[in-house]
């Protein structure tokens, strides 16, 4: 039997069985796991709590196709949002600056690189030298 999206999208996002089952929905762990199995057999309110919990549509959530699940770079922001919460910054600024500091340790990783490299040149001259001068 393929894996159900309830159980992918929970497995994703760390989530346990009883986590999902007695705090978000306020059934027991073993009604939520044959939930999992057959997901046709969901409550609309429990749907409509797992599809918030997720934030995907209930349509996708109780969807029998396998689902493609994309991720994105989320960093934590110091900014409050509204309601006063710390949230999640999760933005193409957020992802350039992430790349930016990749780039950066890259360009830090090459730099050293470059340096070990000519610095290993050098004692292959001197080395190549002492063994053209000891041979002759």
């Known amino acids: ?12 996002n760390d989530y346990t069985q009883e986590f999902v089952a007695e705090d978000v929905l306020g059934i027991s762990q073993t009604t939520y796991a044959r939930l999992e199995q057959d997901p046709s057999k969901i409550k609309a309110e429990h749907a409509q709590k797992l599809a ?10 109780l969807s029998e196709a396998t689902p493609i699940i994309t991720f994105q770079a989320k960093s934590i922001s110091e900014n409050n949002n509204s309601n006063g919460n710390i949230g999640y910054l999760n933005s193409q600024t957020a992802t350039a600056n992430y790349h ?10 090459n730099e050293l ?3 070990q490299n000519a610095e290993l040149m050098e ?4 080395l190549g030298g002492k063994l053209a001068g000891g041979n002759g």
Request: charged content about 30%.
């Open 123 to 126: 004692l292959v001259k001197v």
């Open 52 to 61: 918030d919990l997720y934030k995907v549509s209930i349509a996708n959530l």
């Open 100 to 109: 930016e500091g990749e780039v950066k340790a890259l360009k830090e990783q």
């Open 1 to 12: 039997m393929a894996t159900s999206t309830l159980k992918i999208l929970r497995e994703i």
């Open 113 to 115: 690189l470059i340096k």
